[in-house]
Nanobody, 126 residues
Framework: QVLLVESGGRLVQAGDSLRLSCATS????????VGWFRQAPGKEREFVAT????????RYADSVKGRFTIFRDSAKSTVYLQMNSLKPEDTAVYYC???????????????????WGQGTQVTVSS
């Protein structure tokens, strides 16, 4: 059984930092690209960040570039999202996802991810 379990979401103030975790099980972690997406109320799910199989490549949405960092710990089969300088517009449910696809260029697209977590709420107050 494949499981992705996010944690770390909570209410913070603008300018604060927060680290999200996504523990995976049931997959060969090193063979999957792992990413973070988010969905705000009334909006579509959007790409946030993704990290390649070995973690040597990463990609970010323009809205979070320079503020968020994705990194993975293969020993723990866990992917993290370090979020700094949080803004109210970062408020959303954050989802981690895993993809077995090999086309790195398409890794910002939700449909290429086959496994998803249940999400964790991040709320940034102004």
């Amino acid at each position: 059984q494949v499981l992705l379990v996010e944690s770390g979401g909570r209410l913070v103030q603008a300018g604060d930092s927060l680290r999200l975790s996504c523990a995976t099980s049931g997959i060969a972690f090193s063979r999957y690209v792992v990413g973070w997406f988010r969905q705000a109320p009334g909006k579509e799910r959007e790409f946030v960040a993704t990290a390649s199989w070995g973690g040597d490549l990463s990609r970010y949405a323009d809205s979070v570039k320079g503020r968020f960092t994705i990194f993975r710990d293969s020993a723990k089969s866990t992917v993290y999202l370090q979020m700094n300088s949080l803004k109210p517009e970062d408020t959303a449910v954050y989802y981690c996802a895993a993809s077995y696809e090999s086309n790195w260029a398409g890794m910002y697209i939700p449909r290429v991810y086959s496994h998803w977590g249940q999400g964790t709420q991040v709320t940034v107050s102004s």
